[in-house]
T-cell receptor
């Protein structure tokens, strides 16, 4: 079965600083990778996804993630964070384990941006 | 606005009571899912419906039942609520039950069982 590890449960950072949220998954032949963001008291929203092709994917609000097959990682980065980026971030991975493409979610990383 | 609508948003139940959480989507998605979210546990799949007329168990199905009423609606029922079912419940949908499709989530139902 697929497993997803988000290495940091909480990442505090000052506004305008860069940030990296780490995500590692267990190896599989073919995977699809997602990052979701959850703002306080809301549902999760899809932030970005990697399906195939270029290993670097970007979101509309300045986040990017890079698929690294050899490291089995899909880390999320932003060069300069804003207060409004404070949220919980979830990495999710889909593969065809057991014939199903149900994604496995990590436990989440809480990004806290301080002024 | 198009999306996934969950009702109710908040609920307090006494141990042993029953209730149904409602979920409806208007995006013509084929697949629908119920998750629970607990602190430090991430999201855990309770049940899902890959297409209208089918339902399957997820990781934590005990104590729950589901009904895919039609293509739009997928309800979750707690027959005899227990304190361990205190959680935030999210309904999600996606176009099909395939790995390339991301989820659209509802805003959640916060359930407390006392």
């Amino acid at each position: 079965a697929q497993s997803v590890t988000q290495l940091d449960s909480q990442v505090p950072v000052f506004e305008e600083a860069p940030v990296e949220l780490r995500c590692n998954y267990s190896s599989s032949v073919s995977v699809y990778l997602f990052w979701y963001v959850q703002y306080p008291n809301q549902g999760l929203q899809l932030l970005l996804k990697y399906l195939s092709g270029s290993t670097l994917v970007e979101s509309i609000n300045g986040f990017e993630a890079e698929f690294n097959k050899s490291q089995t990682s899909f880390h999320l980065r932003k060069p300069s964070v804003h207060i409004s980026d404070t949220a919980e971030y979830f990495c999710a991975v889909s593969d065809q384990s057991g014939g199903s493409y149900i994604p496995t979610f990590g436990r989440g990383t809480s990004l806290i941006v301080h002024p | 606005n198009a999306g996934v609508t969950q009702t109710p948003k908040f609920q307090v139940l006494k141990t042993g009571q029953s209730m149904t959480l409602q979920c409806a989507q208007d995006m013509n998605h084929n697949s629908m899912y119920w998750y629970r979210q607990d602190p430090g546990m991430g999201l855990r799949l309770i049940y899902y419906s890959a297409s209208e007329g089918t339902t399957d168990k997820g990781e934590v199905p005990n104590g729950y039942n589901v009904s895919r009423l039609n293509k739009r609606e997928f309800s979750l029922r707690l027959e005899s609520a227990a304190p361990s079912q205190t959680s935030v419940y999210f309904c999600a949908s996606r176009l099909r039950d395939g790995g390339i499709y991301g989820y659209t989530f509802g805003s959640g139902t916060r359930l407390t069982v006392v």
